[in-house]
């Protein structure tokens, strides 16, 4: 026990540059929690559903996410306080990899801390740590992925494919999408010249590893008709917005903040030709690479090459002290860490919830942002705020219809939701009120819900408009009075009511077969 504590001290005292960044960003993100206005995030209902039902697959993501939620949550609860504190964390752990990634290829204090504000700084990260998903654990996946092979090149040490495989099989059941950072960084291996790391085996035990940890979704994916294939295809086609390259580079400059291209741009090209870092020119290729895969796929929304800028980071903070050193031009670290967080404080009002409704509609709107993130979806405020609002009161318009049946009725009543948002939240909150599970064709709802449809009464939240739609399935169909209605929130959430439907024309099984969503 001394010499862990003496080890800690060592370790805090070496690292308490990095800690405090760490520290900031985590109190940053975690804080604006506690702002009145906003709720739950629209997928934090959905993750918080499949915690409840643990399985070793979900239809649009693997179950690491999920499963750690289950176990966190039988401990700690499901308050929006408990579970935004894992996201925050992780994204605090991410910055603080960043800055030892870059002490790892020879990176000063300064350097360090360069490279671990400039992940900080990113809009993008503060957006992942804001709401519990699966995308707030992927960049320190990655980051530790990367620190290992850094470390396996400066030791010769080939037996940490073992731990490089440990990562690599639960970033893959973390996020299918992984995989095309498995695959670039190994390439980028290659292509630097460190083939000879590969070719061993210590490298295969570390891909059977990977396997054997990526196994079960492997197997869920088979006895379930690979779900999750026909959902990346239906949302490669029907859901992300076109991106041509000119539209993914400006994206890059935004979501990750203008005043962190110098970094990413300079981390690039110096590692790519510095022969004093040429042991780690690898990271600048899977950068490089990385970004033209995702900038020529013209499907990948901005975000997803956030998991990479670690990589880019080291290298650039590495640039800049050097000259910084080189020129004996100390005063410029402080302008250049205060620039870095000039950007982040220009987004954000619209990234997390500090803000009410009217000043991030106004921030939107001075900022010129685009908030359509998915086709068809464009909100007065950006998606990651819209979400979060009228959750509850949506809940108690299918709370109020449902105790107005009679307990006969109650008994034979199927309580739907036209999506996982909606159906996670009546869930959540209506299970004070005993109200039954909810079916919905949405993603893995789908699933669950073929043994959730039996009965003859139908009552669904849906978009008024929807009426029409409901009277050729029923043979009655009685709007309860009442209707959701808010100017700030996303357009499908908007004008809501609940329709009691009587007489089905149809088995209601047909009818979710019918509905099925993989989107």
Known sequence: MKVFIEHLKVSLSEHKHIYIISGFTFLLIYLSTFTK?????????????????????????????????????????TSIYAIRFLPALAEAAAVFCTGILTKEIGGNKFAQLLAACSFAAMPVTVAFGGFYSMNAFEPLLAVLLLLIIVKMIKTGNIKLWINAGVIMGLGMMNKHTFGVFIIAFLFALI?????????????????????????????????????????????????NVFTPPIDFITGQIIQMSPSTVPVWIAGTFYLLFSKQYKDFRFLS????????????????????????????????????????????????????????????????????????????????????????LERGKKPPLPQVLADRIGWEEKVKLVVGAYNSLSEEDKNQTIIAAGNYGQAGAIELFGKSFNIPPVACSHNTYYLWSKERVNGNILLQLDNEEDYDGLTHAFDSVEVYPGIFKNEYVSFHENNLVVFICRGPKIPPIEMLERSKNFY
């Open 285 to 372: 290729v899977l950068f490089a690479g990385l970004f033209i895969f995702m900038m020529l796929s013209g499907t990948s929304r901005s975000d997803r090459l956030a998991f990479a800028y670690p990589a880019a980071f080291a290298g650039g903070a590495v640039f800049f002290s050097n000259i910084i050193n080189r020129y004996n031009i100390a005063w410029l670290k402080y302008i250049i860490i205060v620039f870095l967080f000039s950007g982040l404080a220009l987004a954000l009002p619209i990234i997390l919830p500090y803000f009410n409704y009217e000043t991030a509609k106004a921030h939107t709107e001075f900022l010129g942002i685009n908030t359509e």
């Open 191 to 239: 292509i630097a010249g460190k083939w000879k790391l590969i070719f061993n085996r210590w490298f295969i035990l570390g891909g059977v590893i990977s396997t054997l940890i990526f196994l079960p979704n492997i197997i869920w994916q088979i006895l379930n008709d690979f779900p999750s294939l026909e959902f990346y295809r239906n949302i490669s086609a029907d859901k």
């Open 37 to 77: 206005g906003y709720g739950y995030f629209i997928d934090e209902f959905y993750y918080i559903a499949c915690a409840n039902n643990p399985a070793f697959g979900y239809v649009d993501h693997p179950p690491l996410a999920p499963l750690v939620l289950t176990v966190f949550q039988f401990v700690f609860g």
